[in-house]
């Protein structure tokens, strides 16, 4: 294995000045720059990156935590954050914390060991506080999908409760008064939100809320259809269902086939997300767009913004989903 030491007797030049040189410090004279590289071709020198991380306090790499490496949301999103940043000649490194408190703080540690330059952050498990004390560690942080006023303009996050609002409206408009509504787990704030704006709506049009339209899923695919069942076996006159995320209108779906129901016909049905394969449910799935790849561009030019000393005023921090109309509601 070549070493530091075999490039500097070829270049002859001492071991500092080529640290420097691949460092890119500007005290090392051009002539002694030529040599470097020169002895570094001819030997094939492959720099040690930790080292050079030690040695400049920048390893290139940006690291990246999410909730789970399962199901459709968080695989747009690392896809779209790595592409940004690789166009600066950044590495992306991917950890889950598996929507786990411990598992999520042992993840943020391991990328800080990797001596990681800047973060993109997804959590439903940490608190604010938590974060605060995260982003004091690694400075140019930005955090999706979640606001903390503290460091608002670091959060890049969609207005879910507006989502919620409008995906019960659609419904309300279409002559719908008892609309069921599914949630994601409430532990997590996304869900909470957009159950806030499935209220608001209900409110804005005179429709009193009532707790036996609402029951607990889950934002994958664990156990919805034994939720959905128990909602519509509480003989509560529904004729539509909200529902949080497009994976739990899709075990709506299921449901309702199962029990001779035609989606669009028998019962409307309203999704979250606008996941490909919405469109080609059948009928179609009227659905929520979420932004996913304008979320994750967003907020992985906001950690290169953040490197490079640059504001954060160009970032589009506050992005807003639209309604996707397609075949599975019936106005009556």
């Not at 719908?176 to 209220?199: F, N």
Request: aromatic share 6%; with cysteine.
């Amino acid at each position: 294995m070549i070493t530091i030491k075999e490039v500097a007797e070829l270049a002859n030049v001492s071991q500092s000045t080529v640290s420097r040189a691949l460092n890119g410090h500007t005290s090392v004279k051009e002539k002694n720059r030529v040599k470097v590289f020169d002895a570094i071709e001819k030997l094939g020198y492959q720099p040690n990156a930790f080292a050079q991380a030690l040695a400049s306090n920048r390893s290139h790499s940006i690291g990246m935590l999410v909730g789970t490496f399962d199901g459709p949301y968080f695989g747009p999103l690392m896809h779209h954050v790595e592409k940004v940043v690789r166009q600066k000649n950044y590495h992306l490194i991917i950890t889950s914390g598996h929507e786990n408190y411990d598992e999520e703080q042992e993840s943020i540690h391991f990328l800080n060991m990797k001596k990681i330059d800047g973060l993109v952050l997804t959590s439903d498990m940490l608190s604010d506080a938590d974060i605060l004390k995260v982003v004091e560690q690694t400075p140019a942080t930005m955090l999706m999908n979640r606001y903390i006023p503290e460091i608002s303009d670091q959060c890049v996050c969609m207005d879910n409760e507006w989502g919620g609002y409008i995906a019960t409206e659609h419904l309300i408009k279409a002559g719908h008064r008892r609309i069921g509504c599914v949630t994601g787990q409430l532990s997590k704030i996304d869900s909470r939100e957009r159950l806030q704006g499935y209220r608001n709506a209900l409110a804005k049009y005179g429709i009193e809320y009532d707790a036996d339209l609402v029951i607990e899923g889950r934002f994958d695919h664990d156990g919805n259809d034994t939720a959905i069942r128990r909602l519509m076996d509480r003989e509560n006159g529904i004729s539509a269902i909200f529902c949080l995320n497009d994976s739990i209108a899709l075990a709506a779906y299921g449901v309702c086939h199962a029990r001779g129901l035609k989606v669009g016909e028998d019962i409307s049905i309203v999704g979250f997300d606008n996941h490909t394969y919405s469109q080609y449910m059948s009928p179609a799935l009227t659905t929520i767009h979420f932004p996913l790849e304008d979320m994750a561009v967003e907020a992985a030019k906001g950690v290169l913004n953040l490197l490079e000393g640059k504001p954060l005023n160009t970032i589009n921090t506050r992005l807003f989903p639209t309604l996707m109309e397609r075949g599975s509601v019936k106005k009556i």
